[in-house]
C-alpha cells in the first residue's frame, strides 16, 4: 500500500535533523506542499461505501441513509448504479473500498487565532509505519522520547478545580521538558477536551521560544462535525475548520488545541470506536522504535494515563496492563478511574464481586441498575488482573504519599515499570538511567535511581555521561561526577574522537572543522578507511584559536604510534544490552596516553560549542585553572571574530569576559595568600596547554583586566627594574648611569644581599642588565641619533660625506643589526616564518623597518652626485618618521602612553572620515570647476580648483572669483597659456564682467560650508571625543597592558645601546653561529618547573580556587535577588506543605466518612434481619446475622493499606495464568473468572465458558478435536494410557461428561487448548548450572552467597528465555527444546545425567495455555557442575548446537531479574535455595 522501502529510515533518531526539517519547512512551504501532494495520495488511502443499501434507519435531518450511514448523495456513482450484488445483506468488507485519500494538509480553526495544525483522512487499515513516516518525515515532528496515551470518558465530566489545574499543569510539563507525544481522541469532549485546554493554558503563559507541546488526536473520520471543509483532493493548506457544538448532534467537533489529527476511516458515517485499533497498533509501533542521543539509545516508552471513563476506558487499561505499559490513573476524576483507585491497595483476595459491585454503586449511579451479573463478574475480573501487576498501577492522590504533581506521577510510573521488566545483570537500572536522561529530568534521577539501592560503578556511567555530554545537559552531568565518574577514567582516545565526531552542526568549530579535512589530502586507496575526523585536526583548528606560540595539543601521530580505536567509533553502540562503554576507556597496553589533562580535553570540547553551564562545571574541576580560564576566554573570544550570528556572538564575548574574572578571582586568591607563589603561578609553563603561560596567554587574548592586576603589575615592575630595588628613585638611576663610579657607594639599592654587600663588577654587571636602566640609555643614545642627524641635514650636508654622516651611518647599522637580532631571536623555536609574521605584526617594527628604507633609499640618491638634492630630500622625510619613532618610548610613561592609542585610534576615525570628506569636496570642487572654467587642459591647475581650492575653503580661505566682487583679468590668464596664473572664469570679453551665474556658486559654497564646517567637522569633533571617552575610561587598563610589550622588549634586549650594541652583536654571532649555543629565554617570563614544585604549586592552587567558589556562592547567595528567591521558594514550600496537610487532613475525614457509612448500613440491614426475624415469629439463626466490622482510626487504615501495598497477595493462590482472558495464539477469549469463583466447589450458576481445541499438525499425537462423548469414550483418565500417561502428581481428578476437570480449578475455557492431550500434559524441566566464576578460576559471590549460571535458551518468535525443557516424544526421555540445543551423540549421556540429577519440584504448572480439560505438569530436575574441570560440563558445552537457525542457547547468572517465564523463575528459586546461592 505503501512505499515502505523508505521505512527502515525510521530508525534514525537525530532529532535536530528533524529541527531541520521543520525549518525547511516553514521557509520553502510551497516545495513542501508539493512533496506531500504528491507522496500522500500513493501511500495514504480512505474508504468508500461502493453500494448503497438503503437502511431502516433515516439521518438526523431525516433523510434516507446507506447501511454505511452516508445518505445517497454522499456516494460515488458507482454505489448508485444498478450493482452486480443488488439484493445481497451490505457487508463492511466487501462494499467498502479503499482509494486515494482526499483529505489533508494544515488546519486552521476559524476564529480561533492563527495557530496552523496538521490533519489527514486515512484507512483504518493503513500500516502504522507509513503513519510514523507521515509524522516524522513530512509533518516534521521529533521523535518523541515519551509517549503520553490519554484516554478516560469521552463525555465531558466535572473534576475538582485544584485537581484539574494539578493534572493539567503536570501533563504539559512532563511533555515539554520529555519531548513527549500526547495522544489522545482528538475531539472536543470529556478527556481530550481537558488535555486541549492544558495545552492552551501553557501556549498562553509561555514564550514563543518554547519548543510547541505536540498533541495528536486520533479521532473517527465519520464522527466528525463539518468535516466536509476538510476534504480538497490535492490537499488543503490551510483548511478552514469551524466548531459548531451546538449544531453538531450525535456528531463531535475537533478540539482546536490539538496540534495533529490522524481521522481514521472504515467507510461509515457516525460510528465511533473506529480509530481504536489503528490507535493501539501505532501507539505499540512507536513504542518499539529507538530513539538514540548522544550514543545512548532507548526503546520510546509509553504510560497511559486515565482520567474517569466506563467500560470502554476500562477494556483500555486491561489491554495495557496486559502489553506491559503502565498507567497512571487519576483519582477523583470519577467513574472507572476512582473504582480502580479505591481498590488498588487491597489483596486481591478482597477484591470480590460484592466489592465492585457496591464500588459500581457509589460511582456509577446512573448506570448500575443496567449491569448485568456477567457484567459485574467481566468487570471484577479484570481489575483483579489490573491490580494484581501493581508494579505496571500508579495511582496519583492528590496530596497525599508526597505526590504533588502529576508529572512526577508519570514518570515514577514508567520508572516503577522499568523496574519490573526482568534483564540479565543490572541492564535494568541502566535502562532507568537512560530513560532519565532523555527525559533530562535530573530530579527523578536523584530521588528514584541514584538511591541506597543501587551502588553505582563509574564505569557503569560511562555511557550516559557521554550521553548528557553530547546532548547537552549539565544537571546530570554534575549528577555524574558526584555520584563517582572520574574524567581521568572516562575521557580516552576514543572517547573523544566520538565527541568530535558528534559536535553540533550549527556551531563555528564544526565547520571550522570541516574546513580542514577538506584541505587534507586524500587518502591512498591502499589504506583502511577510517573516521576522517582525528585529534591532530581538532589540535591544528584548537591553534589557530589559541595562537601560533603556542604547541599542538594532540600532536600527529606516528604510523603504529597512536592508540588506535578498539571499537570503530561510527558503529559503537552504547545501548548494547549488559554493555557499557568500557571498550571506549581501554588503552592499548603498548601505549602511552594521549593526553595528559582529560579535564582540559572535556573544558575545550564544552567551550568551542559556547555550552556555558556545561563548562563551568568541567573548570571548577580543572588542574590548572588559571590558565584553564585564560584558554577559554581566548577561544572564545577568537570564535567571536568570525561568529555571524549576533546572539551568538554576545554570548561567547560574556562568556569569554567569565572566564578573565575567573582568572582574575582566582590569581586574587593566590596573590593574597603568597606573592612569591602567584607570581610564579604567571611564568610557569603549562605542558598541558601547549608549553604557554598564564601571562602569555592573557596577552594573546587581550584580557586587559587580567593584566591590569596588581600582582601582576607588582610583577612586571619587579622585572622591569632587574636586580634593583624599585623604590630606587629615577634620578638616582639616571645620575649613575652618567656616572657610574658612584654605583660603588651605596647610591643605588639591589635585591639580593651578595649584591647589596659587594662592590665589584657584579653591581655594575646588574646595574647595566637592569632593563629600566637599558631603556634610559637607549633613550639618551636615540636622542643623540637624532641630534646628530638633524645637525647633518641642517649644517653639515656636503657633497662629499663629513665624518659626522659616517658617523650616523655607522649608527643607523647598529640599528638595522638590532632589528635582525628581533628578526630572528626565536627562544621558543617558532621557525623563521612565524617569527618573521610576529616580527611585521607590530606597527613600530614597520615603522623602523620603513625609516630604514627610506634612509636607504635617500642613501642611494645622496651618493649620486645628480641626485644629491633629491637624497637630502629623501633623508629629510626620513627624519619625521624617526622622530615618530619617539611615541613607542613614551608608552611607558603612564601620562602620555594612554595618549598615544587614543592618537592611534583617532587616525582610524579620521581615515573613515575623510572618506566622507572627499566626496563633498570632489562634489563641489567638481562642480565649481565646471562652471567657472571652460576647459581647462592644466592637470595641475585643473587639481588646484577641484581639491586643493575646495579644501582649503574649509579653512576660510575662499576662492577668488567665487561671486565676481573681486575679479580682475590681470590676475588670471585667459586663455590659460601663463603657467603661473590660473585660468580666467567665463566672463563678457566686451564688458569685462563675468558672465558666470553668481547666485548659483554662492549658493552652492554656502552648502558646502554648512555640511563640511558645520556636519562634517562636528562630527569629526565628536568621534574624537567618544574615542577620547572610551579610551579615558580604561586609561589605567590600556597603559598597563601595553606597558609589558616595552618592558619585554627591553628585558631581552642588549645592555649596550647603539651604536656600542654592536660589540653584544658580534658576541652573540660568536654564540649563536661559531659555538651553536642555543638561545635561553630568562626565568622571569617563562620558567619550567619540576615536577614535585609543579604538583604542590597546582595543588595549592586548586586549594585557592575552591576558596573562590565558595566565596562566589556565598557572594551570591548575600545578592539581594538572589534572598528574595530564596525567601519565595521557602514560602511557596510551607505554602505546599500547608495544603498537603489540610489535603491529608481532608483525606482522613473521607476515610472516616467512608467507614461510618459502611458501619450505618450494616446496622440497617442488621435491623432489617431483626425485623423479618420478629415478622416470621421467630429469632432466626445466627448464620444469617451480619457482624459489624471494627472501626479503625484514619492512622491504623493509612497503615494497614501501607502494608496491603508492599506485602504479597497472600490470598491469591489460584492460578493466575491460566485464567488470562485472551489465550496466547488464538483469537479466543475466556469467560471471565475471578479469584473467589476458581475453585470448582464454589457455586457459579452463570458460568458458561467456551470450548475451544486447536487443530494441530500432528494429529497423530494429540487428543481429537471436539467435544462429542463417542470419540472421547475411548479415553482413560488417571491411569496409563497407551503411550500417554494421563495420572496427576496431585492424586485423582475428576471427570465430568467425559472431560476431566482442572484440579487448580476454573480458567474459563474448556477444550484441549493448544495442549496436546486432554487431562494433564507431563513436561520435563532440566535446570542446568554451574558456578560463576572470574577470570582467575574463583567462584564469585554477592551478599557472601555464591552465584549461579544457568543455561537458558531462546525461541526465534519469543522474547523471554526458558530452561530447556518441555514436552517430550511419547517413549522418549529428552524434551524437544533440548534435542534442538544439543548433538544427537550427547543426548545418551544427557539421559544419564538426568537420571543422577536431584528433583526439585514436581507438580502443577500455572501456564496460560490450560483449560478446564487440560493442563501442564512438570518434573524439574536439577542438574549442577559443581567444578569447572568437569568432562561432563566440557562436553555439554561441546555438543551444544542448535538445529534452528533462529534458536540459541547461553549461560546466564541466575538472578531474581533474569527474564525467564514465571514458573520457570520459581523452579529457579528452588534450585537457588537448594545449593544456597544467590538469587
Partial sequence: MADLGMVPSLQRSNSSLCKTRRLQYLFGNSAKQENLSSWVPQNIKKKECVYFVESSKLSDAGKVVCECGYTRQQHLEEAIRPHTLQGKDWDLKKHVQEMPTDAFGDLVFTGLGQKVGKYIRLSQDTPPSVIYHLMTQYWGLDIPNLLISVTGGAKDFNMKPRLKSVFRRGLVKVAQTTGAWIITGGTHTGVMKQVGKAVRDFTLSSSYNEEEVVTVGIATWGTVHNREGLIHPSGSFPAEYIMDEEGQGHLTCLDSNHSHFILVDDGTHGCYGVEIPLRTKLEKFISEQTKERGGVAIKIPIVCVVLEGGPGTLHTIYNAITNGTPCVVVEGSGRVADVIAQVAGLPIS????????????????????????????????????????????????????????????????????????????HENWGHQLKLAVAWNRVDIARSEIFSDERQWKPSELHPVMMAALISNKPEFVKLFLENGV???????????????????????????????????????????????????????????????????????????????????????????????????????????????????????????????????????????????????SKILKELSKEEEDTESLEGMLVLADEYEHRAIGVFTECHRKDEERAQKLLTRVSEAWGKTTCLQLALQAKDMKFVSHGGIQAFLT???????????????????????????????????????????????????????????????????????????????????????????????????????????????????????????????????????????AGLTCRLIPGLLYSGRIILSLDFIMFCLRLMH????????????????????????????????????????????????????????????????????????????????????????????????????????????????????????????????????????????????????????????????????????????ILLSHLHLFIRRVILKIPAKRHKQLKSKLEKNEEAALLSWEIYLKENYLQNQQYQRKQRPEQQIQDIGHKVNTAVDLLEMESLKRSGSMEQRLSSLEEQVAQMSRALHWIMKALRDGGFGSEEGLPTLAPQKTSEEQ???????????????????????????????????????????????????????????????????????????????????DGPIDRRSYHGLYVVQDGLPLNPMGRTGLRGRGSLGCLGPNHTLQPVITRWRRNQDGAICRKSIKKMLEVLVVKHPLSEAWALPGGSHEPGEILPRKLKQVL??????????????????????????????????????????????????????????????????????????RIPLYAHHKTILQKVATLFGAFY
Avoid at 388 to 406: A, H, S, W, Y
Avoid at 1403 to 1410: E, S
Avoid at 1424 to 1438: E, G, I, T, V, Y
Fill in 718 to 856: 619587579k622585572v622591569w627594574w632587574g636586580q634593583l630595588c624599585v623604590d630606587n628613585g629615577l634620578w638616582r638611576v639616571i645620575l649613575c648611569m652618567l656616572a657610574f663610579p658612584l654605583l660603588y657607594t651605596s647610591l643605588i639599592s639591589f635585591r639580593e644581599r651578595k649584591l647589596q654587600a659587594r662592590r665589584g663588577l657584579l653591581r655594575v654587571r646588574a646595574f647595566f642588565n637592569a632593563p629600566v636602566v637599558i631603556f634610559h640609555l637607549n633613550i639618551l643614545s636615540y636622542f643623540a641619533f637624532l641630534c646628530l642627524f638633524a645637525y647633518v641635514l641642517m649644517v653639515d650636508f656636503q657633497p662629499t660625506p663629513s665624518w659626522c654622516e659616517y658617523l650616523i651611518y655607522f649608527w643607523l647599522f647598529s640599528l638595522v643589526c638590532e632589528e635582525l637580532r628581533q628578526l630572528f631571536y626565536d627562544p621558543d623555536e617558532f621557525g623563521l616564518t612565524k617569527m618573521a609574521l610576529l616580527y611585521f605584526s607590530d606597527f613600530w617594527n614597520k615603522l623602523d623597518i620603513g625609516a630604514i628604507l627610506l634612509f636607504v
Fill in 486 to 632: 572520574r574524567l581521568k577514567e572516562f575521557v580516552t582516545w576514543d572517547t573523544l574522537l566520538y565527541l568530535y565526531q558528534h559536535l553540533d552542526p550549527s556551531c563555528l568549530f564544526h565547520s571550522k572543522l570541516q574546513k580542514v579535512l577538506a584541505e587534507e589530502p586524500e587518502r591512498p586507496a591502499s589504506r583502511p578507511t577510517a573516521p576522517r575526523v582525528q585529534m591532530h585536526h581538532v589540535a591544528q583548528v584548537l591553534r589557530e584559536l589559541l595562537g601560533d606560540f603556542t604547541q599542538p595539543l594532540y600532536p600527529r601521530p606516528r604510523t603504529g604510534d597512536r592508540p588506535h580505536l578498539l571499537l570503530p567509533v561510527p558503529n559503537v553502540k552504547l545501548n548494547m544490552q549488559g554493555v557499557s562503554l568500557r571498550s571506549l576507556h581501554k588503552r592499548s597496553p603498548g601505549h602511552v596516553p594521549f593526553t595528559m589533562d582529560p579535564i582540559r580535553d572535556l573544558l575545550i570540547w564544552a567551550i568551542i560549542q559556547n555550552r556555558r553551564e556545561l563548562a563551568e562545571i568541567i573548570w571548577a574541576q580543572s588542574q590548572d585553572c588559571i590558565v584553564a580560564a585564560l584558554a577559554c
Fill in 1383 to 1456: 548433538r544427537r551423540e550427547f543426548w545418551y549421556s544427557f539421559q544419564n545425567l538426568l537420571i543422577q540429577g536431584t528433583e526439585v519440584y514436581k507438580g502443577y504448572v500455572d501456564d496460560p495455555r490450560n483449560t478446564d480439560n487440560a493442563w501442564i505438569e512438570t518434573v524439574a530436575i536439577s542438574i549442577h557442575f559443581p567444578d569447572q574441570s568437569d568432562m561432563d560440563l566440557k562436553r555439554l558445552n561441546s555438543h551444544l548446537h542448535s538445529c534452528d537457525p533462529g534458536m540459541s542457547a547461553q549461560w546466564q547468572v541466575v538472578d531474581k
Fill in 350 to 425: 478482597e477484591i470480590t464481586i460484592s466489592k465492585i459491585q457496591q464500588k459500581l454503586s457509589v460511582f456509577f449511579q446512573e448506570m448500575f441498575e443496567t449491569l448485568s451479573e456477567s457484567r459485574i463478574v467481566e468487570w471484577t475480573k479484570k481489575i483483579q488482573d489490573i491490580v494484581r501487576r501493581r508494579q505496571l498501577l500508579t495511582i496519583f492522590r492528590e496530596g497525599k504519599d508526597g505526590q504533588q504533581d502529576v508529572d512526577v506521577a508519570i514518570l515514577q510510573a514508567l520508572l516503577k515499570a522499568s523496574r519490573s521488566h526482568d534483564y540479565f545483570g
Fill in 889 to 1060: 618610548i613614551f608608552t611607558i610613561s603612564k601620562t602620555l602612553g594612554p595618549k598615544i592609542i587614543i592618537v592611534k585610534r583617532m587616525m582610524k576615525d579620521v581615515f573613515f572620515f575623510l572618506f566622507l570628506l572627499a566626496v563633498w569636496v570632489v562634489s563641489f570642487g567638481v562642480a565649481k570647476q565646471a562652471i567657472l572654467i571652460h576647459n581647462e587642459s592644466r592637470v595641475d591647475w585643473i587639481f588646484r580648483g577641484v581639491i586643493y581650492q575646495s579644501y582649503l575653503t574649509i579653512f576660510g580661505q575662499m576662492p577668488a572669483y567665487i561671486d565676481g566682487v573681486n575679479f580682475s583679468l590681470d590676475q588670471c590668464s585667459p586663455n590659460g597659456t601663463d603657467p603661473y596664473k590660473p585660468k580666467c572664469p567665463e566672463s563678457d570679453a566686451i564688458r569685462h564682467e563675468p558672465a558666470f551665474p553668481e547666485w548659483l556658486t554662492v549658493i552652492l559654497l554656502c552648502l558646502y560650508l554648512l555640511f563640511t564646517n558645520i556636519l562634517l567637522l562636528n562630527l569629526l569633533i565628536a568621534m574624537f571625543n567618544y574615542t577620547f571617552q572610551q579610551v579615558q575610561e580604561h586609561t589605567d587598563q590600556i597603559w598597563k597592558f601595553q606597558r609589558h610589550d616595552l618592558i619585554e622588549e627591553y628585558h631581552s634586549r642588549p645592555p649596550a645601546p647603539p651604536p656600542f
Fill in 1198 to 1280: 493509612d497503615h494497614e493499606l501501607d502494608g496491603r501495598q508492599k506485602a504479597e497477595d497472600v490470598g491469591d493462590t489460584h492460578h493466575v495464568n491460566a485464567r488470562h482472558l485472551l489465550y496466547p495464539n488464538s483469537h479466543v477469549t475466556r469467560f471471565p473468572v475471578p479469584n473467589e469463583k476458581v475453585p470448582w466447589e464454589t457455586e457459579f450458576l452463570i458460568y458458561d465458558p467456551p470450548f475451544y481445541t486447536d487443530d494441530r499438525k500432528d494429529k497423530a499425537l494429540v487428543d481429537p478435536v471436539g467435544n462429542a462423548l463417542e470419540a472421547l469414550a475411548s479415553i482413560s483418565y488417571n491411569t496409563v
